[in-house]
């Protein structure tokens, strides 16, 4: 077998195992390739095949390299949950603020149809939001100040599970806070003759379903991807 | 043993100056007299770990051969964790070095 087909289908197999972050497997792959080629050329041996062997040998399992990321890679995904998730925070507040300026504005208060919901369906939606942004700073906080540990033990688990499940409970209240926000705009414009006035509040409250989707996306995206990086201990007893 | 010291030999490996993967194994196998002989792909996880903790940074540069190889240096926070490692594992070592020379000396003493 020739010797750059080697290294191809080692890198092919290294790449594959990092599944779990395929930017990472990347930067890998191409840190990897410069490593063997720097190690053949720098083998004694004349034998061209096995100075590639022995590089690949010597580089380790890929799996085993695959399993030493993880635990940089997990923190560095949830660390991008949090940040995503302050900034979610903010826009929030700022759309909902400003579709609140606007009924101001417009002095365009919610239908008297409606007085329990009136009354109550903001207030609850004000302590909704004030939870999902104590406890999305706190995770935040919490989260930018843990440390990549070289392996996957049981305190670091538990720290990770903790840094995922702050931004998870945060970003569940602001879509609550979203559910709420979304029947009072329906209340409000159920009374109005369509016009102009009322496509601010629109956009805003569909600027506001973007964030939080995107939120939704990016908790999803972490979960699938910790759920991969998981499968590469399967055969392992104690990771 | 040498495994939960990774971090502060990679450190220490690259306290000369910046160096890409592949040098750092040769400096550490150097500076070891051949002792360290790690399986080389898992020094790599290490310099991302560290540059992952602010400790070390890292950027593409061409090689000799024109191909693009990461080079990792120490960021100022590397350099002072290393400072403190190497202040620690002194202190360490003077301790374990005063215990053995204790033990070695104790039949001599019980003797008298």
Known sequence: MPQPALVADYLDALAH??????????????????????????????????ATRRAIARFGQPREIARQYVPSSLLRQVQQVGAVLVIAIVATFVFMKGRFIWYEFLQWPLSTNWPGIGVVGPLIARYVFRAALIVGIVGWIYIASRRPAPSLDATYRQQLKRCFLLPL??????????????????????????????????????????????????????????????????????? | MLKGHLDMIVLAALSDGPAHGYAVIQEIRRRSRGEFNLPEGTIYPALHRLEQGGLLSSRWAAGETGRRRRVYSLTRSGSRALTDQRALWQRFTDAIGGMFGETSHAPARSGR
């Open chain 1, 17 to 50: 195992e990092f599944c779990f972050d395929r930017k990472l497997a990347r930067r890998v792959r191409s840190e990897a390739e410069d490593h063997l080629s720097e190690a053949i050329a720098n083998d004694a041996a004349g034998d061209a095949t096995e």
């Open chain 1, 169 to 239: 409970v945060s970003s569940g209240l602001l879509i609550g806070m979203v559910g709420l926000d979304a029947i009072l705009l329906a209340l409000r414009l159920f009374d109005t003759r369509s016009s102009w006035s009322t496509l601010i509040p629109l956009a805003s409250f569909v600027f506001e379903v973007v964030v939080v989707a995107t939120i939704a996306v990016l908790l999803r995206r972490t979960m699938q991807r910790t759920a991969l990086a998981a499968s590469l201990f399967a055969d392992k007893q104690t990771p």
